[in-house]
């Protein structure tokens, strides 16, 4: 195995968006050469039941579902400057209003004693306000064209394809802001996962 710092190594898991326990064994396989675990290529815990997934970050840490919820949710918290809610005993959400993504954290039992924890970062209320903006950028456009058309107004219709290049613009750039804070929030979701593991049991938040 390369030797690595515990520095290197959870800088490394959190680039990656595993734990470091997931890095060394992932580095052990590599260097014996032996056949990649299944769960190396599959998620842990399981895709999410509710919204969607543009990224995740999820590892198995030592300490109960419960504690391992309440632990990963601290930091997210603590990270985001935003207060999550309990969805369920092993499930939370937190909401950043200001990046316009969601994170779900689930966590269950891996029956050794310890727990699956998985984060999903769902950007589905930054779509929707693109949607959104899409849908009313394009019917005032349509509108100014058509009464252009209509009234033989030349200013009306340049207006209308105007607004339809501005708005076009002010939509890409949203939807460039958005994958920018999601590839951000699946940093912060790693980061989370990683100080879940280093923190002491005896010094977890309790589950709220």
């Given at each position: 195995?390369?030797?690595?710092?515990?520095?290197?190594?959870?800088?490394?898991?959190?680039?990656?968006?595993?734990?470091?326990?997931?890095?060394?064994?992932?580095?052990?396989?590599?260097?014996?050469?032996?056949?990649?675990?299944?769960?190396?290529?599959?998620?842990?815990?399981?895709?999410?039941?509710?919204?969607?997934?543009?990224?995740?970050?999820?590892?198995?840490?030592?300490?109960?579902?419960?504690?391992?919820?309440?632990?990963?949710?601290?930091?997210?918290?603590?990270?985001?400057?935003?207060?999550?809610?309990?969805?369920?005993?092993?499930?939370?959400?937190?909401?950043?209003?200001?990046?316009?993504?969601?994170?779900?954290?689930?966590?269950?039992?891996?029956?050794?004693?310890?727990?699956?924890?998985?984060?999903?970062?769902?950007?589905?209320?930054?779509?929707?306000?693109?949607?959104?903006?899409?849908?009313?950028?394009?019917?005032?456009?349509?509108?100014?064209?058509a009464l252009g058309w209509l009234f033989s107004a030349t200013t009306l219709w340049l207006g209308g394809i105007g607004v339809a290049l501005l708005g076009g613009l002010?939509?890409?750039?949203?939807?460039?802001?958005?994958?920018?804070?999601t590839t951000r929030a699946a940093g912060v979701a790693a980061q989370a996962l990683v100080e879940a593991e280093e923190a002491s049991p005896a010094m977890l938040p309790?589950?709220?």
């Open positions: 195995m390369a030797q690595l710092s515990d520095e290197e190594l959870r800088e490394a898991a959190a680039e990656a968006g595993i734990s470091p326990q997931e890095l060394r064994q992932a580095l052990a396989v590599r260097d014996s050469n032996a056949p990649v675990p299944e769960r190396s290529v599959r998620s842990l815990v399981g895709g999410p039941s509710r919204g969607v997934s543009a990224r995740h970050a999820e590892g198995r840490l030592p300490m109960s579902p419960a504690g391992a919820i309440a632990a990963v949710r601290a930091s997210i918290e603590r990270q985001t400057g935003r207060t999550g809610h309990r969805q369920g005993d092993l499930e939370a959400d937190i909401v950043d209003d200001e990046a316009n993504v969601t994170y779900r954290i689930r966590a269950e039992d891996d029956g050794a004693g310890g727990a699956l924890v998985r984060v999903d970062v769902d950007p589905t209320a930054g779509k929707g306000l693109q949607a959104v903006s899409g849908v009313g950028i394009a019917g005032v456009s349509l509108a100014l064209v002010l939509v890409g750039r949203s939807v460039i802001a958005l994958g920018q804070a309790p589950a709220r």
